[in-house]
């Protein structure tokens, strides 16, 4: 079992090796992309996407330490199984999306913490505020219609408060807890 562990990791080694010259923008594939937000509300899961996800991705995995990412969500583009809790999601106790209609991360540097895993440092802006954030992601190469892809997934756990997600009667934990799972399963194409 350990031998066929290693030789997978060399194969993917090697082949990160021949993609170091063509290391460039990554450009996110809305068709394959799924960025999801799980909550809870009185104790109930729910799930929503974040539609219309724009990103690009300058990374090259034998040299992460280098990375740079920029991802704009358009936050009036969610998608939820239910008009009334959309309502109340772009409203301005929640989003706020008339004044601020996007959400932003922004990252400069990363670290590699195994073969395929690497934790990127960045800022997450929701509304008007910006928080350094640790994005942990896994990094796959694939073939998406016969192209390179990075497949990237990823979840990480943000406080919606502190990000003003969450005003007034929302501001209340008992009814919608702090935590917000985001998760990330999303391909990027090289450009």
């Given at each position: 079992?350990?031998?066929?562990?290693?030789?997978a990791a060399l194969v993917q080694?090697?082949?990160?090796?021949?993609?170091?010259?063509?290391?460039?923008?990554?450009?996110?594939?809305?068709?394959?992309?799924?960025?999801?937000?799980?909550?809870?509300?009185?104790?109930?899961?729910?799930?929503?996407?974040?539609?219309?996800?724009?990103?690009?991705?300058?990374?090259?995995?034998?040299?992460?330490?280098?990375?740079?990412?920029?991802?704009?969500?358009?936050?009036?583009?969610?998608?939820?199984?239910?008009?009334?809790?959309?309502?109340?999601?772009?409203?301005?106790?929640?989003?706020?999306?008339?004044?601020?209609?996007?959400?932003?991360?922004?990252a400069e540097k990363c670290s590699?913490?195994?073969?395929?895993?690497?934790?990127?440092?960045?800022?997450?802006?929701?509304?008007?505020?910006?928080?350094?954030?640790?994005?942990?992601?896994?990094?796959?190469?694939?073939?998406?219609?016969?192209?390179?892809?990075?497949?990237?997934?990823?979840?990480?756990?943000?406080?919606?408060?502190?990000?003003?997600?969450?005003?007034?009667?929302?501001?209340?934990?008992?009814?919608?807890?702090?935590?917000?799972?985001?998760?990330?399963?999303?391909?990027?194409?090289?450009?």
């Open positions: 079992m350990r031998n066929m562990f290693s030789k080694v090697l082949f990160l090796s021949s993609l170091h010259v063509q290391a460039a923008n990554w450009e996110l594939d809305p068709a394959e992309s799924v960025v999801k937000f799980q909550y809870s509300y009185e104790g109930t899961p729910y799930e929503g996407q974040f539609q219309n996800v724009q990103a690009t991705f300058d990374i090259d995995p034998t040299n992460p330490g280098s990375c740079n990412f920029a991802v704009t969500i358009q936050v009036s583009d969610i998608k939820v199984d239910s008009a009334e809790v959309l309502d109340y999601l772009l409203d301005l106790e929640m989003f706020d999306v008339d004044r601020w209609p996007t959400a932003s991360f922004k590699l913490e195994s073969l395929n895993s690497f934790v990127s440092e960045g800022t997450l802006t929701i509304r008007d505020q910006t928080h350094p954030v640790s994005f942990p992601f896994k990094l796959d190469i694939e073939t998406v219609d016969g192209q390179v892809a990075f497949h990237m997934t990823s979840e990480v756990t943000i406080q919606r408060l502190d990000f003003g997600v969450g005003q007034g009667y929302w501001a209340n934990t008992a009814t919608i807890p702090n935590e917000v799972i985001v998760g990330i399963d999303v391909y990027a194409i090289q450009k």
